[in-house]
């Protein structure tokens, strides 16, 4: 089953408007990680964020999580055409120490 | 160098061919991946490599039989596929196993199983 639920499964700004992406899981966590592939693609890494940590920030990228909510999310400030990709939560499998559960993902949009 | 490579790009195949898919990096990486993702989708793992060592099978069918001949290379040999196997085959590798380490992804493999 699915660790990971992110909202919204689309996204369609303007360039230059920030975009918002949240990933929801069920059970506890020992990190979670953002990944970002464009279309048809391999994925790339983007962050990741251990349980102990609240907010991490790389350039344009600024990730929270919230683990009593069980709930992280992913801004991208600024955004540009070349944002325009699905990007993807991943968390540790429960009960696992090696795997990684990737959400439904939200596709995003960067309209120039 | 941190790229994952693999070959081909394109794979049209039918459902009495044998194929494989290759994998290679060279990020002395000990870890490696065989992911399966479907239009829409997010990735699903299918295998794990450990220092050369199938470490976890996620109940693949045996018509996809993974290989790992030395620490910078990892195949995935097809054989009589069905129709529902046509997905993007994603090859991964990050520095050991485990959680915390940043996976890093090839640009994948479009399989067609006619």
């Known amino acids: 089953s699915q660790q990971g639920e992110e909202d919204p499964q689309a996204l369609s700004i303007q360039e230059g408007e920030n975009a918002t992406m949240n990933c929801s899981y069920k059970?506890?966590?020992?990190?979670l990680q953002w990944y970002r592939q464009n279309s048809g693609r391999g994925l790339v890494h983007l962050i990741l964020?251990?349980?102990?940590?609240r907010e991490k920030h790389s350039g344009r990228l600024r990730v929270t999580l919230d683990t009593s909510k069980k709930s992280s999310s992913l801004l991208i400030t600024a955004s540009r055409a070349a944002d325009t990709a699905s990007y993807f939560c991943?968390?540790?499998?429960?009960?696992?120490?090696?795997?990684?559960?990737f959400g439904s993902g939200t596709r995003l949009l960067v309209r120039p | 160098d941190t790229e994952v490579t693999q070959t081909p790009k394109h794979l049209v195949m039918g459902m009495t061919n044998k194929k494989s898919l290759k994998c290679e990096q060279h990020?002395?990486?000990?870890?490696m991946y065989w992911y399966k993702q479907k239009a829409k989708k997010p990735p699903e793992l299918m295998f794990v490599?450990?220092?050369?060592?199938?470490?976890i099978n996620e109940s693949v069918p045996s018509r996809f039989s993974p290989e790992c001949p030395n620490s910078s290379l990892l195949n995935l040999h097809l054989h009589a596929l069905q129709p529902e196997d046509s997905a993007l085959y994603l090859c991964?590798?990050?520095?050991?196993?485990?959680?915390?380490?940043?996976?890093?992804f090839g640009p994948g493999t479009r399989l067609t199983v006619t």
């Open positions: 991964a590798s990050s520095q050991k196993l485990g959680q915390s380490y940043e996976q890093y």
């Open positions: 059970t506890s966590i020992n990190n």
């Open positions: 964020i251990r349980s102990n940590e």
């Open positions: 991943a968390t540790d499998a429960s009960g696992s120490s090696y795997k990684l559960i």
């Open positions: 990020m002395g990486h000990r870890a």
């Open positions: 490599y450990s220092y050369e060592k199938l470490s």
